[in-house]
């Protein structure tokens, strides 16, 4: 049975989907069965390995909404082990589109329920925000990894995360647990990021990971040209950073 890993900050632009893209990518090159499912209206995390959605018939949009099989939607990608679902824009229309359905929380949960025996790991991308689309990942999710920038703003949502993750808890799926918490694109020799390293880890305790990804031009350019870091430059520190991740992620299951 495979453990599905929901990413998720309702603050953009802290490596959420960089961080999708790399695990999904360092678990995969660990030898690990991965399926990446872009769950993000922007589809930055198909675009991040490389693939045009625009010529993909079936998409996340075509088994939530259009009820497609969820099979029909599993692309391989260019990297051995490791498969994705791709994104759609037409999911910023989710909460509308499924306002009165039933059940509505679980749409995601009652199709990877159909796959999730044939993955080591199932990698969700989540949206930056804390609606339907957002809860129905953590409905089907063993754990949700929080990746967080040091600066002081990425403080601010935390609470909002949280009581998302216990309101899920309590009404949709009580064993979810947080695998996680990554520091991103730090420097951290800087006050503010020492700063906030020491408060997240008053709150979250061992859940913050001894090792964080650093900002990094070769990060940046391997998700310019789509392809994951270890793909790129296996041996720069962000490659080698993202395999202790996996690593972690591995030995947690």
């Known amino acids: 049975m495979g453990k599905i890993i929901s990413v998720a900050n309702p603050k953009g632009g802290v490596g959420?989907?960089?961080?999708?893209?790399?695990?999904?990518?360092?678990?995969?090159?660990?030898?690990?069965?991965?399926?990446?499912?872009?769950?993000?209206?922007?589809?930055?995390?198909?675009?991040?390995?490389?693939?045009?959605?625009?010529?993909v018939e079936y998409n996340v949009?075509?088994?939530?909404?259009?009820?497609?099989?969820?099979?029909?939607?599993?692309?391989?990608?260019?990297?051995?082990?490791?498969?994705?679902?791709?994104?759609?824009?037409?999911?910023?229309?989710f909460d509308l589109e499924c306002a009165s359905v039933d059940n509505k929380n679980n749409i995601l949960k009652e199709n990877i329920e159909q796959i999730k025996d044939n993955y080591d790991?199932?990698?969700i991308d989540c949206p930056p925000s804390l609606t339907t689309l957002t809860q129905n990942a953590f409905a089907s999710s063993n754990s949700v990894l929080i990746p967080m920038q040091c600066e002081f703003f990425s403080m601010e949502v935390i609470s909002q995360l949280l009581n998302t993750i216990l309101r899920v808890q309590r009404t949709?799926?009580?064993?979810?647990q947080i695998e996680g918490v990554l520091l991103t694109m730090c420097d951290f020799r800087t006050k503010i990021a020492i700063s906030v390293q020491q408060e997240v880890r008053q709150i979250f305790k061992d859940k913050?990971?001894?090792?964080?990804?650093?900002?990094?031009?070769?990060?940046?350019?391997?998700?310019?040209?789509?392809?994951?870091?270890?793909d790129y430059d296996v041996k720069c520190n962000s490659a080698k950073n993202y395999i202790l991740l996996a690593k972690e992620v591995i030995n947690n299951k």
């Open 208 to 230: 913050v990971y001894t090792f964080g990804i650093p900002r990094n031009i070769r990060l940046v350019e391997s998700t310019y040209k789509g392809r994951p870091i270890i």
């Open 121 to 123: 790991y199932i990698i």
């Open 172 to 176: 949709m799926n009580n064993n979810l």
């Open 61 to 93: 949009y075509s088994i939530l909404i259009q009820k497609q099989n969820i099979r029909n939607a599993i692309l391989r990608t260019p990297y051995q082990n490791l498969d994705i679902i791709v994104g759609s824009t037409n999911m910023a229309g």
């Open 16 to 55: 959420k989907t960089i961080t999708s893209i790399n695990l999904a990518a360092a678990l995969a090159y660990l030898n690990q069965k991965v399926l990446l499912i872009d769950l993000d209206p922007k589809g930055d995390a198909s675009k991040g390995l490389g693939i045009d959605t625009s010529g």
